[in-house]
């Protein structure tokens, strides 16, 4: 098993806040939208010990937050992500194909559940690249719409707990 020690960010206690529409519920307050601010200075980060279990836990999406989907049923849309990888790079085909190949489709879990794709965002699809404790190996210069972004300071999600924006979208 592979471990190694990783910087994780953490919101802080006093970020945390009941949530007046939903009793009994937390919710963090929402973080400042300055591109030119360090997110981890408003983070907990701590040191901490990941380890690589390669199958030894079943994945699951309802209590992990994550999990793994089967794509084997879709040959055009592993060849277009295999393209990506082996490119290292996307263009606006490689979009539209990989977007294509997720909206309105179901895909198997890892537990035999199955995920279904409602909506797929259109903006925000991007190649990023980062070196060891997230150095930067891009120049400014070699940045595009989509390509060469450096490593994301913050794991996000676009939605939060109450379904925003995507239940509004999805109305």
């Known amino acids: 098993m592979r ?55 079943k994945l699951n999406l309802e209590t992990m937050g994550f999990d793994r989907i089967d794509l084997t049923a879709d040959p055009r849309l592993q060849a277009t992500l295999e393209k990506v990888r082996v490119a290292g790079e996307l263009d606006d085909a490689d979009v539209k194909a990989i977007r294509r190949g997720f909206l309105r489709r179901t895909f198997r879990l890892e537990n035999g559940k199955r995920l279904r794709f409602l909506y797929v965002a259109p903006e925000g699809f991007i190649m990023r690249k980062a070196g060891p404790n997230g150095l930067k190996i891009s120049t400014p210069e070699q940045m595009t719409e989509k390509n060469n972004h450096d490593g994301a300071l913050a794991v996000h999600g676009d939605q939060d707990v109450k379904g925003t924006p995507v239940k509004q979208i999805l109305k």
């Open 3 to 57: 471990e190694i020690e990783a910087s994780l960010g953490f919101a802080r206690p006093a970020d945390v806040l009941p949530d007046t529409e939903r009793p009994g519920l937390l919710r963090v307050k929402t973080m400042p939208m300055d591109p030119y601010s360090d997110i981890r200075e408003l983070l907990d980060c701590q040191t901490c010990r990941i380890r690589d279990t390669a199958g030894a836990h």
